[in-house]
């Protein structure tokens, strides 16, 4: 049976070859009414475009590239499922590009993988996101860039929570349930996102007159083993807090695994708290009150900003730096003494 061809689509809708390729490319500037026609033929002839010739054609791959480095699972595979939700409907696809943050050849790599592949533009996940040598380089080059969970440098749009406000309504949170003596653990020091957070519980502290002694305070690195290593230190102290907050939740769920090590029922003998509502967070037991972050939702709308950049052309991809705050919300489990 012969393939469909793009002629035999244009024949259907009564345009020229060129309108369907305009359609097919999700170019801009297609009245409605013709792009519907040409839809409802493409359709009903089942007509699928040959992606390699798309791609030559126009000297693009159809590709969004993702940067990331070392990421928490769970929060890599929530943002890829937006990101990917939202380049399926526009024809386009993925391919995702593991960084070294401290590697020196960095920037040049990335740069380099851009160009090679024809990436039409990037996501750009933390702490990637706080490389200012990065961020003006994909400037300068004029890649369409849009940085996800950070504000990045200012000159790219961005997709992002309150992280510190988060931070301070989870530490008022458990100040209400009658904590205060609250240890935290903190973020990834790479990632600007734990500064914001670590601000927010300070904040929330200091204005309930508390004071947050040094060694209340334990550095983790986002991962289960960190936290599980400043849950011990914290559980260790003569005067051990009744409450934690982790930076993330893995390492919360490191701090009830712990507690249930040392027979400390939580969460009569120590409130847990942590940040990003992942799918960790409703499988240990109790279940983990934490900050949602709309991780996939982030994803899908950092991607329909890029492609929008990309339609309107890479020279404008940096016109409208807008910021895009996503709303967050206290989750209320188990761990923390109450379902919401």
């Not at 929570?161 to 205060?180: N, P």
């Not at 907050?245 to 029922?265: C, L």
Request: net charge negative; with cysteine.
């Amino acid at each position: 049976m012969r393939s469909v061809t793009i002629d035999d689509v244009a024949k259907k809708a009564g345009v020229s070859i060129k309108t369907v390729s305009r359609v097919v490319n999700r170019e801009p500037n297609v009245r409605a009414a013709t792009k519907e026609k040409v839809d409802a033929a493409i359709k009903e002839l089942n007509y699928r475009p040959n992606q390699s010739a798309r791609g030559l054609a126009a000297r693009r791959s159809y590709m969004i590239g993702l940067l990331y480095d070392n990421p928490s699972p769970s929060y890599l595979a929530n943002l890829q499922s937006g990101i990917i939700e939202a380049c399926h409907d526009k024809g386009y696809g993925l391919a995702l590009n593991p960084v070294s943050f401290h590697d020196e050849d960095m920037v040049d790599a990335v740069v380099h993988w851009v160009r090679q592949s024809f990436i039409d533009g990037v996501i750009v996940t933390p702490p990637l996101t706080d490389s200012v040598a990065l961020l003006d380089a994909l400037k300068e080059q004029s890649i369409p860039a849009i940085v996800v969970s950070s504000r990045g440098t200012g000159d790219a749009p961005a997709a992002l929570i309150d992280e510190e406000d988060a931070a301070y309504q989870m530490t008022q949170h458990l100040i209400a349930g009658g904590h205060s003596n609250i240890g935290l653990i903190k973020g990834h020091p790479d990632h600007y996102a734990s500064g914001l957070r670590e601000a927010g519980f300070v904040r929330a502290m200091k204005e309930a007159g508390l004071s947050v002694p040094a060694e209340n305070v334990k550095q983790g690195y986002f991962d289960f083993g960190s936290g599980q290593k400043a849950a011990a230190e914290l559980l260790d102290m003569p005067n051990r807090p009744s409450a934690i907050f982790a930076s993330n939740d893995d390492m919360a769920a490191a701090v009830i695994f712990e507690a249930h090590a040392r027979k400390i029922d939580v969460p009569s003998m120590l409130a847990v708290a942590g940040f990003d509502d992942t799918p960790l967070s409703r499988q240990v037991w109790p279940g983990l009150t934490t900050v949602r972050q709309p991780i996939r939702a982030m994803g899908r709308q950092a991607t329909e900003v890029i492609l929008g950049a990309i339609a309107a052309g890479r020279a404008q991809a940096y016109e409208n730096a807008e910021e895009i705050k996503i709303e967050f919300e206290l989750m209320l489990r188990g761990s923390t003494g109450g379902e919401r």
